[in-house]
């Protein structure tokens, strides 16, 4: 008989809700538009272009410079951080429509002696709430009444039933909550799950009083700089004395070469202060266009919408981008943590097989006499049962598995015969390891539970005929302990002819068979482990469960192969130092009993030795770990809490969908590094091309809005062309790269040089040529023609820098949008040539004939044989 509780009144509740607050835990703001849009001022990037702009408008104050050449680089500037808080805001706003399309949690409580159901956020302390099986537990408090079973895991990570029994009068959540806490007799905490029983539980805690919200309010705000970010930085800063220091150099060259032009520094200064001034701006003037050169306005541009557009490609493949920088740090993966249950694992108990007392895997369903009395053993002996939703509920994790594996039908069938009627009925408990069931109309005891209780009665079994014969118990124990190897829990079922008697088994039981149970390994999370360990990345199983249970997972899942692999638990990482653990950590394949504390060390240690760190997570306690971790992936039947932590969300909880992620994070960075190669061909061959010409006698060969133009609006839609490259099966071999490792590799610096050394050659060929000029009317022409093969080169470059083979129209269709938006380029180059007018004296061109336009694209279409020769050349990428 359950207590009889009033409940609090409505005025108590208001009083309470007073003096302690509501259950509601404070989520973080949503992103701000202008927050982000501001956050982007940080981008090392943004920082160059910023100076740039300063400069420029310091050089159009003093006459040395067009308007629209400052504010050219402005508008790029707002155009980025507008696309990046863009992107930033529609991520926060999916993850928030998909906590919105989810209900609120609900919980039944007793007010003024009447049953009630109230959201979540209406519970206060002192409330009087009802636990059933299936529950969430909304609030922290203590069992009034009754007896329960819970699930703590989302709090401790342990994935084992905890027994609670109704605590005394007076007593008190402890104020210091240790691991012990949660395992305790009588306490109850937000989060945990009701596995069986009923019971009342006093609300004693809510809000962020409750551990839960302890959990979340103590989580770091600090998170570390993704490797992306640290690359970008490192670019920058190569970019800055590349830059600057070209600039300051080549403008004290010009200063000289006017010296001697002069015949000597007497002569030079008796030309007046006038003349010196003049050289002094056209120096500076040309140290600023080498600037502009150096630096790739376009980057952070095709970054922002490179990543805005694979958020989308992503959901796709059941990934929710949180923050965009998380997909490229995905794929930048050197070592990931990864939970267990759920996401290496169903996350669910099932039979996995069935086998008679002789050891042999069969279908119960191949002979009737087995089908017929296994079905009465577990239809007609458990607690669980199946609700108007289809979906089993009741009783214990092994009754829940046991009835799926009977399924809905069956179960409903056996519950309208009349023969199948229960007379008597014992549940399952601790002492006696067994349930059992009578049916008086069967004239059968029904029997599940442990082997060794069944097998210590039991002389003989139903074989693969019906045939009740002798069991040989050496064989059929040796077969347990094959499935115990496995991980397996195996539950057996008998039968007797005679009456049921409470808590014996009767010494006539016949064995029907054994199940092997457990939450068993996902298939397509084989395949995808193997993936990223063929990818270089070293996966790690962090788990609650007991070592050998885990070491069994590992095993099938392909994590753990023996040899020099390392399994530790919790206390032997714990009696280990800092340094000793980070000798060892490249052969760990197992964490078995860990804490949350040793998820968010590990981070740590992994991060200290330059590694970057993927963590996994669905729980509060995995929160700070997740946080903390270079990228975070919460599991979508998680908590609020750990999604909040995460930066990229598992929707359907599959390590598979984890590969996805990490293979178009590489994506990501191999479309970036893409548009590096064909942005900084181009950049190069200006800063040569302006620093060379001058002292050739050619006189500003490109423009700064030239530069603008090329740097700006060509490579904000080139970007648009490698956002859509697809993913191919072969960056999953490519070995992972490390956190500070530059974005200029040794083969990319080697291919950057060639190609912009040879379009600086045909540009100096263009000038001093004659035949070049005869195609064209006039200087002006001859100029403009020079503008467009500029262009026309770096769009040819386009296709060489798509893919390392020799040819440069490989998986083209699959990125039809690159074709489009190579063509738009092209026409929108004609066009801005051909306009005339206003246009026209914006970037000093004219427009010109049909002659000229051969000689331009015959010039630039030199850009393809170069690169192949080079391609033929270089050594080939080794891969596995």
Same mark, same amino acid.
């Given at each position: ?697 050619? $006189?500003?060969?490109?423009? @700064?809005?030239?530069? %603008?133009? *090329? ?5 904000? #839609?080139? =970007? &648009? ?92 269709? $699959?990125?039809?949008?690159? @074709?489009?938006?190579? %063509?738009? *380029? ?5 066009? #801005?040539? =051909? &306009? ?45």
């Amino acid at each position: 008989m359950h207590k009889v509780f009033k409940g609090l009144t409505e005025a108590q509740v208001e009083e309470s809700r007073k003096k302690y607050g509501s259950n509601v835990i404070k989520e973080a703001e949503p992103e701000s538009f202008w927050k982000q849009f501001l956050e982007g001022f940080k981008d090392p990037m943004i920082r160059i272009l910023c100076v740039i702009a300063a400069i420029m408008l310091v050089m159009f104050f003093m006459g040395q410079s067009e308007w629209y050449e400052p504010v050219g680089t402005v508008i790029a500037i707002l155009l980025v951080n507008f696309v990046s808080a863009k992107t930033g805001v529609a991520n926060d706003n999916a993850y928030r429509k998909l906590k919105e399309s989810q209900k609120k949690d609900t919980a039944k409580v007793i007010r003024d002696g009447s049953l009630k159901v109230i959201e979540v956020d209406d519970l206060v302390v002192g409330d009087v709430v009802l636990l059933q099986s299936g529950d969430k537990i909304l609030a922290d408090g203590v069992l009034a009444d009754g007896v329960l079973s819970v699930d703590n895991s989302a709090l401790n990570g342990e994935a084992e039933e905890c027994p609670k029994s109704a605590a005394e009068e007076g007593f008190h959540i402890p104020e210091n909550i240790t691991g012990d806490t949660f395992v305790d007799a009588h306490s109850l905490f937000r989060g945990a799950t009701v596995l069986d029983g009923e019971g009342y539980m006093i609300v004693q805690q809510v809000g962020e009083a409750t551990m839960m919200g302890k959990m979340a309010k103590d989580m770091e705000d600090k998170e570390p700089d993704s490797p992306l970010q640290v690359k970008l930085r490192k670019l920058a800063g190569q970019i800055s004395v590349f830059g600057y220091v070209g600039a300051i150099v080549i403008a004290l060259a010009y200063f000289v070469h006017f010296v001697i032009l002069a015949g000597g520094f007497g002569a030079y200064f008796a030309t007046g202060w006038l003349s010196i001034l003049a050289d002094v701006m056209n120096a500076v003037s040309i140290a600023i266009t080498i600037i502009v050169c150096a630096v790739p306005e376009g980057l952070p541009l095709v970054i922002a919408l490179v990543l805005m557009q694979n958020t989308g490609k992503l959901l796709k493949v059941n990934v929710l981008v949180r923050k965009s920088i998380g997909i490229e740090t995905a794929g930048s993966l050197n070592i990931l943590f990864s939970d267990k249950t759920g996401t290496i694992t169903k996350g669910q108990l099932e039979v996995v097989e069935f086998f008679t007392g002789d050891g042999k895997v069969m279908d119960a369903a191949s002979v009737p006499a087995i089908q017929g009395n296994l079905e009465l053993s577990i239809g007609k002996n458990t607690s669980a049962l199946f609700d108007d939703r289809h979906t089993v509920v009741g009783g214990n994790l092994t009754d829940q598995a046991l009835l799926k594996f009977l399924g809905e039908e069956k179960f409903n069938s056996l519950r309208e015969k009349d023969d199948c009627e229960v007379g008597e009925h014992q549940e399952f408990n601790s002492a006696n390891k067994f349930s059992q069931a009578y049916l008086p109309a069967k004239g059968r005891t029904f029997y599940k539970g442990a082997p060794e209780r069944l097998l210590a009665k039991a002389k003989t079994y139903l074989n693969d005929q019906g045939q009740e014969v002798p069991i040989d118990q050496a064989v059929l124990n040796a077969k347990i302990d094959e499935l115990a190897n496995r991980a397996m829990r195996v539950l057996a079922f008998g039968y007797s002819k005679a009456p049921m008697v409470r808590d014996e088994i009767n010494d006539d039981v016949v064995l029907i068979g054994l199940v092997g149970i457990r939450d068993d390994v996902r298939p397509e999370a084989k395949e995808a482990i193997v993936e990223v360990q063929k990818a270089g990345i070293q996966v790690v199983m962090i788990t609650g469960d007991r070592k050998e249970t885990a070491v069994a997972i590992a095993k099938e899942a392909g994590l753990y192969r023996g040899e020099d692999d390392l399994v530790l638990t919790s206390a032997e990482l714990s009696e280990m130092s800092d340094d000793e653990v980070k000798k060892c950590i490249s052969k760990i394949r197992v964490i078995s009993r860990a804490l949350p504390t040793d998820k968010s060390r590990m981070v740590r240690l992994c991060q200290e030795m330059n590694l970057v760190v993927g963590m996994t997570g669905d729980g509060v306690n995995d929160s700070p770990a997740l946080k903390r971790a270079d990228v975070g992936f919460a599991m979508g039947s998680g908590t609020d809490v750990a999604k909040e932590a995460g930066k990229l969300v598992i929707l359907d909880d599959n390590f598979n969908s984890i590969k996805n992620a990490i293979w178009y994070g590489r994506t990501l960075y191999i479309n970036i590094l893409k548009f590096c190669k064909m942005q900084l061909v181009i950049n190069l061959a200006a800063v040569f091309v302006s620093a060379i010409c001058p002292f050739l006698g050619i $006189e500003d060969p490109l423009k @700064v809005t030239h530069l %603008l133009w *090329i740097n700006l609006c060509m490579d904000s #839609l080139a =970007s &648009l062309m490698f956002a859509g490259e697809p993913a191919l099966k072969r960056y999953m071999r490519d070995k992972p790269r490390r956190r500070d490792e530059s974005i200029i590799s040794k083969p990319m610096i080697i291919q950057i040089i060639i190609m912009s050394v040879w379009l600086t050659i045909i540009s100096i060929v263009w000038f001093k040529v004659p035949f070049f000029a005869t195609c064209f009317d006039n200087s002006a022409q001859f100029y403009t023609g020079f503008f467009c093969m500029f262009v026309f080169s770096f769009m040819v470059n386009a296709f060489n820098v798509r893919s390392d083979s020799l040819n440069v129209f490989e998986h083209i269709r $699959e990125n039809k949008t690159f @074709v489009r938006v190579w %063509l738009i *380029i092209m026409a929108v180059q004609i066009i #801005l040539v =051909s &306009l005339g007018g206003v246009v026209g004296d914006i970037f000093s061109c004219e427009r010109f004939g049909f002659k000229g336009w051969l000689v331009v694209l015959g010039m630039a279409l030199t850009m393809y044989p170069v690169d192949l020769i080079r391609k033929l050349l270089s050594p080939k990428p080794k891969r596995d």
